[in-house]
């Protein structure tokens, strides 16, 4: 049986013509000054020529004079990109400006001189080593700011005007500075970041939810971070309301904020790296796991996790900047660990001493599940050494028996309800109980592969490896006290217990619902795990969710037909395992 293949759709549009970053005096005194303005409203041909249109229908006059072919008057909005799209340029691949109309300080810059650490192996930090380029066809980014009629600029001023008004209705009571110096898009964008996405992005709702409390007054003052900020709103708000133009308008501030750290990696030593550009780089990790994307997201990660070093560490930032990062990394690097089919080997940044543990919108009370998963995704690791093997076993099987969501005290933020926590405690409780089930399936899968090269056919027979029946795999599961189908059945039957709304503190349940789906041998789950996943990813937006649908529906048709094979009276074949779906279909998979 073939495996599926999800082919990306990419930008549609044609690639952006080949423009001198400036114009010089001839050209501008040669350039035609008469005839048809442009205007958005004119025909995709002229639209694509940037000349003038008259706007004549069904067909311009203009392409008629021209004997060119008038493409009508449809919308430019086109697919979003796909999850493996890849958004970056090769390291020698020539760079591209954004748009014709980008101001010249957002061509690539050349790369870092600044030196770094011993443990970056002595390279330099430049946007090529850290994976940063501006997007190159086909995945073009539009321009949301292209050139206007005078009747086009009246109407738009209106409408920035009106929405600057609405947001300071909303941000000036909360003490934010005047947005008047927005432009419409980001105003509109930023307005729908205040009363949505900040409340559905995180996993815990509060009056100091840094969504707001500290990134719209850095981005008030951060051109940068702006663009990263309305960058991820304008996805998130794309995801929910399937708009092309929200869509459309993420890419092109995704494209910009790249550009930005490109000029800010040039301009400072990475010692002094400004608080705004670090926020911007964990912005950028959180829109590509709001995307769905499994390739991109790494490359940020990893970026942030060299920028941290390369300042001396989270204690080197402003308090509320590095509490923030400090939640987003622990959450998708032990995340990324659990089903990245790459380890990810790199250290963590965020030992650093930042001050008393604040309960974080991202990890709440799971912090110490997610690090014991992460303890469990390096079990493959001391395969041969089997004493090393067998403590580390027992020691997660303890630690998460007398785990509680109260053994680490928190400092609790202010405005979170009772209500809210007792949510966050049920959400850890089945992070505690997927826990359970991810070590059953670690081993599982270690055992299916497992290798002794001085093995014999009395110790290892590999009829038993291929089941996944050897007496290995019976000694190590012997150390876990908690049976996997009693995990299982625990983490599903709570959250059939829960309403699944949009509460915010639901969103962190993909990957207990993922490892169930994998892992359990009952046919009814199935329908309770997608049914449950499609609330997640219909209530709060995130691309993820689906991703991680898309794994189980391959699996599952895997193992049906197996289970056919056999009952047809074919040969029992070795269980398909999720982490060989992901290899098979080369994805860094995160459910962060």
Known sequence: MTLTTFHDTGWALQPPPQASAYTSPVQKKGRRKTGTPWTRSGCLT?????????????SCNNCLKQGRKCEGYGDLWVEPLGPSAQVFMQANAPERRLTTSSPPHL????????????????????PVSLGWSVPSSPHRIVDIQAEETSQDQDANAATESNAQDILSVILRPRGYPNPSHLSCHESHYLQYHVEHGSKLLANLESDDNPLRSLLIPCAMSSPLLMKALCAVSALHLANRSHEFSAQNAAATFYGRTL????????????????????????????????????????????????????????????????????????????????????????????????????LDIYIGYTEGILKLCGCIAELPSLQNDSISLRLAIASINDSLLTWTPTSTP?????????????RLQLVAECYRDA?????????????????????????????????????????WTSLILTPKSTAIHRCLARIESFPLDDHCEYSALTFPLFISGCESDVFAHRGLILRSLGKLQTNFGIGNVERAKEVLRILWARQDANAQDLAAGGTASRKTHWLDILEELKWELILA
């Open 410 to 422: 928190y400092i609790i933020p202010k405005g979170i309800t009772p209500a809210a926590l007792t």
């Open 259 to 358: 550009s930005g750290l490109q000029t800010v990696l040039a301009r400072y030593s990475t010692d002094v790296l400004p608080d705004d550009a670090m926020l911007a780089v964990g912005l950028m990790c959180k829109y590509e796991i709001v995307r769905g994307s499994v390739k991109q997201w790494v490359v940020h990660l990893s970026a942030m996790q060299r920028l941290i070093a390369s300042r001396g560490g989270l204690g080197s930032m402003d308090p509320g900047a590095a509490q923030f990062l400090r939640g987003l990394f622990v959450y998708a690097y032990n995340m990324a660990r659990m089903s990245n089919r790459r380890r990810i080997t790199y250290s963590d940044p965020t030992d650093t001493d930042i001050g008393p543990p604040r």
């Open 46 to 58: 002229c639209k694509k020529r940037r000349k003038g249109c008259d706007k004549a229908k069904p």
């Open 435 to 475: 826990a359970f089930v991810y070590l059953y399936s670690t081993l599982e899968h270690m055992d299916a592969n497992f290798d002794t090269p001085n093995a014999t056919q009395n110790t290892l027979d590999p009829f038993f490896q291929t089941l996944g029946n050897s007496p290995y795999l019976t000694e």
């Open 107 to 126: 061509l690539s810059p050349p790369p870092s001189k600044s030196p770094i650490s011993d443990a970056w192996q002595d390279t330099q930090l430049s």
